[in-house]
């Protein structure tokens, strides 16, 4: 009887151990999975907040496509970047959480828009996530060279950045960015034979099979691709002479008209000012008979001259630049100097010129001070945009050079043409930092070994989204150039 009862009492004992011991594993199991089911309900949550985050960025990206100016969420008041809060439903109108979005207008001189969007879902408000994204409108300066005619560039010419023609590309030079045309072949008007698209001296002719890329195009070539609207790249000197004539303190203005004489020299300052002079007389050419005149054997040249300043008289000092940016002349200009942290656009236009159009001279340097994207310079000319005779042995071009109606270049000079202060046919090397779009024949060498033997054409990136004021837009839309997750 006693052993009975003691072999119960040890039975119950581990009963009540295992029972024990059951209840512990059975609490921890319930606890682990209540972690479990804890743990992805707050991943859903989370995982919901950020997809609401999403849908604002989306959401304000579709603003600005449709209210390109808008940067306030259309709050008329336009005196804070927000937050500004909307409820994110589903398709049955039921409110799944909210996203609250902050606005950052552009800075002067840029299309870059940013915009940071905060979601939380109405299951767990306290949980948020943050995408930051940033917009912008590319400008037309997408190309070192952009142009609306045959080009040939030749030995000599370096180039960084792409290179675009709706019209056929002789290039001999060294390319270190894709060379492209609009077309699929073209007749070279320098040599009346067919070829490709982009070539270089030495390619078979059409329809031999072109050969794999040289160390000419370091980066390839591409054609036929589609054409680039030249009308558009061609800025409207309406509206840049309205913005400038908008601006007036007093004496100070920003539009000038007809100098009477030959046209107005700016020099630029590092003090964010200019020197403002009228050009009296430009430097005659003289030689032996029929060399120096335009009866170029390359081509005869509208507009063909000196394009040099002879003697020239104060009209202003010390201008402070424009808080637009802008300037305007409704006469030729010529143009020279450095800015250090200033963003200007100098537009040459006659009103209601079909010919005789105003012109821009860069013979000596125009340089930036910083290559970051605060310093910027747009000259745009309703002809031309020229380097003339009397021209800087090396001559530093800091800027986006853009020709409406007519070319960028220098004009062809023979070797024996000559001015009072010397030769100047030859020159050593054309630095070209910024862009070039150019309606006619961009050149600033020619075949017989005259003009600037060396050209260095550098695309400076900052124009792309940072172009100068009232520079030409590439489209009226918004790209998406970041995005991504950032703290709340």
């Known amino acids: 009887?006693?052993?009975?009862t003691k072999n119960a009492g040890i039975i119950l004992v581990n009963v009540l151990v295992f029972a024990t011991i059951a209840i512990i594993l059975t609490t921890a199991l319930v606890q682990w999975g209540a972690?479990?089911?804890k743990n992805e309900t707050q991943l859903t949550n989370s995982q919901q907040a950020f997809e609401i985050a999403?849908?604002?960025?989306?959401?304000?990206?579709?603003?600005?496509n449709n209210l390109p100016s808008d940067y306030y969420d259309g709050n008329a008041s336009r005196t804070s970047p927000g937050p500004y809060v909307h409820s994110f439903q589903d398709k049955d109108g039921n409110t799944l959480g909210q996203f609250s979005l902050k606005i950052t207008p552009p800075a002067t001189g840029t299309t870059?828009?940013?915009?940071?969007?905060?979601?939380?879902?109405?299951?767990t408000p306290v949980v948020s996530r943050s995408i930051q994204a940033q917009f912008a409108i590319p400008s037309f300066a997408q190309y070192a060279v952009v142009a609306n005619d045959n080009m040939n560039f030749g030995a000599g010419t370096i180039t960084y950045g792409p290179i675009q023609s709706n019209y056929g590309v002789h290039f001999d030079g060294t390319a270190h960015n894709i060379v492209s045309s609009?077309?699929?072949t073209y007749?070279?008007?320098d040599t009346g034979l067919t070829e490709y698209a982009v070539y270089t001296t030495g390619d078979p002719h059409p329809p031999t099979t072109q050969p794999a890329d040289s160390g000419i195009f370091l980066a390839g070539r591409q054609f036929p691709v589609p054409t680039v609207d030249f009308v558009g790249i061609t800025t409207n000197l309406n509206n840049l002479e309205t913005i400038a004539n908008s601006e007036k303190n007093g004496s100070t203005i920003y539009n000038y008209t007809s100098s009477g004489v030959q046209?107005?020299?700016?020099?630029l300052n590092t003090n964010d000012t200019f020197n403002l002079y009228k050009v009296n007389s430009l430097v005659s050419l003289a030689g032996n008979p029929n060399s120096c005149t335009n009866n170029s054997t390359e081509q005869r040249e509208s507009g063909w001259g000196s394009w040099s300043i002879n003697t020239k008289t104060l009209y202003k000092s010390s201008v402070p630049f424009p808080s637009s940016g802008v300037i305007f002349f409704q006469d030729n200009v010529w143009v020279d100097g450095a800015i250090n942290t200033a963003r200007l656009t100098i537009a040459a236009g006659i009103p209601g010129a079909t010919s005789n159009y105003a012109n821009i001279t860069v013979n000596n340097n125009l340089t930036y001070t910083n290559f970051n994207g605060q310093d910027v310079i747009g000259l745009i000319a309703q002809g031309n945009i020229n380097v003339g005779f009397v021209s800087a042995d090396n001559l530093t071009v800091d800027a986006a050079l853009v020709a409406q109606n007519g070319r960028v270049g220098r004009y062809y000079y023979y070797s024996s043409c000559t001015s009072p202060s010397g030769y100047y046919y030859d020159r050593t090397t054309l630095n070209l930092v910024g862009m070039i779009a150019t309606n006619q024949r961009y050149g600033f060498a020619y075949?017989?070994?005259?003009?600037?033997?060396?050209?260095?054409?550098?695309?400076d990136s900052n124009l792309l989204y940072g172009p100068p004021p009232s520079f030409p837009l590439a489209s009226s839309q918004y790209s998406t150039i970041s995005w991504g997750e950032v703290p709340n």
């Open 1 to 4: 009887m006693k052993n009975r």
């Open 35 to 37: 972690t479990i089911l």
């Open 54 to 64: 999403e849908s604002g960025i989306d959401y304000y990206k579709w603003h600005l």
């Open 112 to 123: 870059i828009v940013t915009v940071k969007s905060t979601g939380t879902s109405s299951t």
């Open 182 to 184: 609009a077309l699929s």
């Open 187 to 189: 007749v070279d008007p």
């Open 263 to 267: 046209g107005y020299y700016i020099q």
């Open 447 to 459: 075949s017989d070994g005259t003009g600037y033997m060396n050209r260095n054409i550098t695309y």
